[in-house]
């Protein structure tokens, strides 16, 4: 029962986290990856090596859900990119406002 405890009690925790900094850690950390998936495709030339197409695809998925919690959270999109970016015909069902 006390390890149950410890487990609902420390998921309560990371959930206030994301709550709290999960939209602009998220953004953050997404653009980064975006932007260093990206370059190390132009600088490589190819895609022999797919590690930087899903460190851009991973990122790109950060970036969406950074600007879905903030959405969530304020009840508006938090730049044009990241609205027009939800309007796509498939996220458009998943869209918090």
Known sequence: MNGLTMLLA??????I??????????????????LDGVGGIAVHGNFENPRFAWEA???LALWMVGHWLFAA?????RSRMGR????APVLRVLRPI
């Open 17 to 34: 986290a994301v709550w709290l900094f999960g939209d602009k850690l998220a953004r953050l950390v997404g653009i980064v990856l975006v």
């Open 84 to 87: 027009v970016a939800w309007r």
């Open 73 to 77: 959270k304020f009840g508006m999109w």
């Open 10 to 15: 420390g998921g309560a925790v990371v959930s």
């Open 57 to 59: 695809g991973i990122g």
